[in-house]
């Protein structure tokens, strides 16, 4: 599994049809034994599916493959599930909850446009000549600048409610991106921020499968990306699915190393590397996370002009 890790030789699996052929016999075929056999194939699977379209499109025309993934997706046992769902989610659900995502802004933009604009006033009609009588005398008496009659005869209308479409999720200043094996100096992390009034959207419960959709509206609703960087991080694939997606997104990120002499590289030094390092480790945790305040309190600045 270590050496599907490697990003040469993910793209040399992808590209192999022979290969491929081998690992969705393995993932598919009962003779061989679940545990031993064929849920490390369908790992391995998941691994190579983060390449992109040349390893999904391999997938997509393997039927009893796409068949037991499908199926897998609604496995009680947790580890079958989340790696069927991350495949699904690379095959095609990311594609379908961006399109909804994008869609959904739209429509959002488009209800509060036409909402801001001016209503077309009333066309107005020369006014008749009345007598002053008991029906009358409110209009009279609001002439006069007593509104309360006025009133009684025509109250005001209530404003028309806000459509839900139109509505957009509370946004967070942040959303920390990090893999659970540096889960304490991320989580401590999470609470100094929280300290400090920022609202920040995280993932202390290692959710997963059918929740990739939380995690991408999470990124959604985000402002800005925190990427707590390591080797656990570039080796996990939930992990690539959270950067990528932000990445596709157009995400502002901010890299922070969480573990010593790291230098990242293959997809994840693709993504950081017009970014800024804030080192955790180097810096020491206090020192660092000023100078996170200070990144961040840039991007705010740069965001209002």
């Known amino acids: 599994m270590a050496i599907s890790q490697n990003d040469d030789i993910k793209e040399e699996i992808a590209k192999d049809n022979h290969g491929f052929e081998m690992l969705s016999e393995c993932a598919c075929d009962p003779k061989f034994d679940e545990k031993t056999v064929q849920q490390p194939a369908m790992r391995i699977i998941f691994t190579v599916s983060c390449v992109g379209e040349i390893a999904t499109e391999k997938i997509k025309e393997d039927d009893k493959l796409l068949k037991t993934i499908q199926k897998n997706t609604a496995s009680t046992e947790i580890s079958k599930e989340r790696v069927a769902n991350g495949i699904m989610w690379n095959i095609e659900n990311e594609r379908k909850f961006m399109e909804n995502a994008i869609d959904k802004q739209e429509r959002a933009k488009e209800i509060r446009t036409q909402l801001s604009r001016p209503s077309t006033p009333p066309q107005l009609t020369?006014?008749?000549?009345?007598?002053?009588?008991?029906?009358?005398?409110?209009?009279?008496?609001?002439?006069?600048?007593?509104?309360?009659?006025?009133?009684?005869?025509?109250?005001?209308?209530?404003?028309?409610?806000?459509?839900?479409?139109?509505?957009?999720?509370?946004?967070?200043?942040?959303?920390?991106?990090?893999?659970?094996?540096?889960?304490?100096?991320?989580?401590?992390?999470?609470?100094?921020?929280?300290?400090?009034?920022?609202?920040?959207?995280?993932?202390?419960?290692?959710?997963?499968?059918?929740?990739?959709?939380?995690?991408?509206?999470?990124?959604?609703?985000?402002?800005?990306?925190?990427?707590?960087?390591?080797?656990?991080?570039?080796?996990?694939?939930?992990?690539?699915?959270?950067?990528?997606?932000?990445?596709?997104?157009?995400?502002?990120?901010?890299?922070?190393?969480?573990?010593?002499?790291?230098?990242?590289?293959?997809?994840?030094?693709?993504?950081?590397?017009?970014?800024?390092?804030?080192?955790?480790?180097?810096?020491?945790?206090?020192?660092?996370?000023?100078?996170?305040?200070?990144?961040?309190?840039?991007?705010?600045?740069?965001?209002?002009?």
């Open 126 to 305: 020369p006014p008749k000549i009345m007598k002053i009588g008991p029906k009358t005398a409110p209009i009279y008496n609001y002439i006069r600048g007593d509104y309360q009659e006025w009133e009684k005869l025509c109250p005001p209308s209530k404003p028309e409610p806000v459509p839900e479409e139109s509505k957009e999720p509370e946004p967070f200043d942040l959303m920390i991106s990090y893999c659970h094996a540096q889960r304490d100096i991320c989580h401590r992390l999470y609470d100094c921020l929280v300290k400090d009034n920022y609202s920040v959207w995280i993932d202390k419960e290692n959710m997963y499968g059918s929740v990739l959709e939380s995690m991408a509206e999470a990124i959604e609703r985000s402002n800005i990306v925190l990427m707590c960087i390591s080797n656990k991080y570039k080796e996990s694939n939930a992990c690539q699915l959270e950067a990528k997606y932000a990445w596709k997104r157009k995400k502002k990120t901010i890299p922070v190393k969480v573990e010593e002499k790291y230098d990242p590289m293959g997809w994840l030094g693709l993504l950081c590397s017009d970014d800024t390092y804030i080192d955790f480790i180097k810096l020491g945790f206090d020192k660092a996370y000023k100078e996170l305040l200070k990144e961040i309190q840039k991007i705010k600045n740069s965001d209002r002009k």
